[in-house]
């Protein structure tokens, strides 16, 4: 079975071709994925096509299997895959309206050590249309369009998986969000997090799509990056600010580095001048994250107080920064959390 929800609409154009379909049903069919309906709900089309389109294609690609409502306003969904898989993602409300955190893949196998997601390896990619139908349940779920307040406004792709470890899908995912006859969210409130595939970042750089870049860095140099995230061991920081700022340099777009704060490891005055250091020279943004604890890591988070300590040492040297609030704590926010629970229930 396919993903109907891959398809853009020049290729639901040649699809009905294919059908023998009038080119117009493509449209049709459209209006309804974005209102994220399965197949067999479509009501603007005839039986036959319906027939036609189920012989070939899931029915939904995608349903929300559970969700969790944080006290600070996040929720959190759990969602199941037609073939049974589960994923998740966050949604979180901001002054300038609403931020999904989609995943781009089931599981990871980057092995970075404070994460949960990449507990279990990677089961397998997200096509396309299956990262799309994350942000198309979750509007629907909201009220769609008819409440274009209550609709997403921005979308970041940093839920499990590593975004640029499934290229194209993304590329596409992207393609497909930002289209007009999609749910049209202009790529500048699209942010792709990644955790550092450094021939990926210059290819992406070369796609001229306005979108925001994020690095997870989370340490200043190779040995204590090494400890933390295996990816270190094949591309340097170097290589990797290096990376950046030709990003920059192609697209105009400044940088913005991840640095999840974790206690005893990455959080000393001396890894906050390091930092610094490698932030200067073209225009980039800190934000950090005071470490999620997750249930199966032994790493620890950072007080307050040792965040604005490092804040300010940043700051002391020029470098933009700020501390994102931690938000959805109580709802197991951190990538994976929710996912590994359902899973291991699912077991029980
Ligand atoms: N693979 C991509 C995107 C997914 S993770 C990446 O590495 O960027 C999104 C962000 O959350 C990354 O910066 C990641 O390092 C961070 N993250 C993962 N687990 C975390 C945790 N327990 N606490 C804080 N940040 C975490």
Redesign the pocket.
Known sequence: MKVLQDLSLTELQDLMQKFGEQKFRAKQILDNINLAKPISEYSNISKELKEKLLAEFYDTPLKIHTVLQGKDGTQKFAYELADGNIIEGVLMNYKYGNTLCVS?QIG?R?G?K????TLNGLARNLTSGEILSQVLVVNAYLGGKKDRNRAITNVV???????LDNYDNVIKFIHLLSAPEGLNISPRNISL????IVPNIIKLANENLPIVL???L?APNDTLRREIMPIANKYSVKQIIDAAREYFNITGRRVIF?Y?LTDNVNSTPECARELAKLMHGFPTHVNL??????EE?E?K?VTRKKAEQFANILESLGVSVTIRRTIGEDIGG???QLRNKIIKNQEV
Not at 157 to 163: I, K, T
Not at 289 to 294: G, M, Q, R
């Open positions: 781009t990871c980057m970075c404070f994460c949960a997601s792709l940093m839920g499990s998986g590593e975004p997090s990644t955790c550092g994020t690095i997870s989370h991840e999840a994250i005071p470490l999620n604890e997750v890591r790493l988070t951190a990538c994976g």
